[in-house]
């Protein structure tokens, strides 16, 4: 539920003014740039693949309500927790400036919202304009709690495009037979790969090419010759995903809440944590397409080797095919096919979208990701050779704490985290070469990179072979970055920055890692707080793929982190 404040007459237009819109949002009609929504996590049954479960989701509705803004508002989600245990919703790419209390990662800058209570988090918007999105940040509980953030240009200015005739929403997602935290919990207790999804979704629904789901497959109802924006988002948990629609080309117009030079493309390959705003012309002859979602996955470790659909579907009369035409996406292992789609990302740069990319860089991360082993004694674990699956940035397997950092930090709570995350790995090796047992076995820790406000900072994400390899979608909570540039094999100190964009590269909060090689970002760190960086392939960020980022405040009052609100969620004792 969702409701504008102003004036008292606003008030009483808002509560008057109620419309409701799909997945269970209500937007009301009333003026103003303050909103509030109210979040009700709830165990609720559905039906899928001819299996019936409860799973919790918000407002009895998966995917969750729409929260719909514009560009510059605030909006205040109260989220009451009538579920059976603890959870943290996170508001993805939404940078709250100066306000890392409501982020939402479990432990990091909250601890979970207890069952039976309520916790208000205000999300500040600035310049994002686009598509964002929110889920769950507690073990595997975003699989079922996720949701749409639109971000609408101000009152007043509009799109770099023409204006489309209709929008809509595609959220692909991954529907699991069993309960999703029971999954997660055996892996981690066996030290296994947890099991793989049952199926894919769009919108919630798995498609005509799954068991009984034929009769709710999703339809998108369209008029000859009208252009529609598709706002897309990737909340599967564990695959990047290609997709497209049969016969119909696509143009990439923006991601992550940022414009794009436009992109022609019959196929986008779209990460976990992503989002990208995509428009279609409907210019074909009058009848069904398969829009089609399927994985990417260039790796040895177990995946969903299926693909969702939903029905492109003409308005008027004639008589549709048999079977609705089918694109021909790219092979699940095709990792050019991915890598040439990724490459030709690129900002806008318009005037009125300028870009802004560091050059002058003041503090460099070189930072290994890697999938990793722990020891287990006599061989007692479900992993490689009896071993406990595992996963690391620089050698370091995140572990997370029982009082959230940012609280640590904020309050100077010694034994929570440290903040010696190193700048480089503890040693160097040929990466993405035959690396026998190099770094397999990593430390264990809870560190924190501390980086001082209005540090231009560069980041070498560097991939390696060890375990099993492949494309990694590393995201930072609190802003967006600059992908200035991205290869295969081995970052090369010479050769590699000789072939950055440092004039229009994309402007994003995720970015896929290739599989064997280096992706650079850049940011000015002008955001101060508790960050949480991590892969958002959720087993390998329940393996220790995570880290935290901390800026320190500015010497103005504008650059230093706010107070914390009146009241946060308890947390257990260290």
Known sequence: MRVETGNKMALIAAFLGFVFLEYGSLLCMAR???????????????????????MLVVNESWPGPVIRVHKGDTVFVTVHNHGTYGVTIHWHGVKQPRNPWPDGPENITQCPIPAGTSFTQELSFSDEEG???????????????????????KPGTTYPYAKPYKEELIILG??????????IDEAIETGGDPNVSDAFAINGQPGDLYDCSNA???????????????????AAMNEEMFFGIAKHNLTVVGMDGAYLKPINTDYIMITPGQTMDVLVTAKQSPGHYYIMGSPFADTTA???????????????????????????????????????FTVRLKSLASKQHPVSVPLKITERIFMTVSVNQIYCANESCSGPDGNRLSASLNNISFVTPTIDILQAYYSQIHGVYNSTFP??????????GDVGNNTIYPSLGTKAKMIKYGSAVEIIYQGTN????????????????????MGNGNFDNKTSPKTYNLVDPPLVNTIGLPKNGWTTIRFVADNPGVWFMHCHLERHASWGMDMVVIVTDGPAKTNKMREPP??????AKP
């Open 174 to 183: 991954e529907w699991y037979n069993g309960d999703v935290m029971a999954i």
């Open 131 to 153: 598509t964002l999105w929110w889920h769950a940040h507690s073990d595997w509980s975003r699989a079922t709690v996720h949701g749409a953030i639109l971000i609408y240009p």
């Open 216 to 234: 709710s497959t999703y339809r998108l109802l369209v008029d000859y010759g009208k252009t529609y924006l598709l706002r897309i988002i990737n």
């Open 302 to 340: 177990p995946f969903d080797n299926t693909s969702t659909t939903g029905i492109f579907q003409y308005s008027g009369n004639y008589t549709p095919p048999s079977t609705p035409y089918s694109p021909s996406l790219p092979a699940y292992d095709d990792k050019d096919a991915a890598g040439n």
């Open 466 to 485: 060890v375990g099993a390899a492949e494309n990694h979608p590393m995201h930072l909570h609190g802003y967006s970055f600059y992908v200035v540039g």
């Open 32 to 54: 103003g740039n303050v909103q509030h929504y109210d979040f009700v996590l709830k165990e609720t049954n559905f039906t899928r693949l001819c299996t019936t479960k409860s």
């Open 423 to 432: 700048s480089i790995p503890p040693y160097f090796f040929n990466f993405t």
């Open 566 to 571: 009146a009241y946060m969620p308890p947390c």
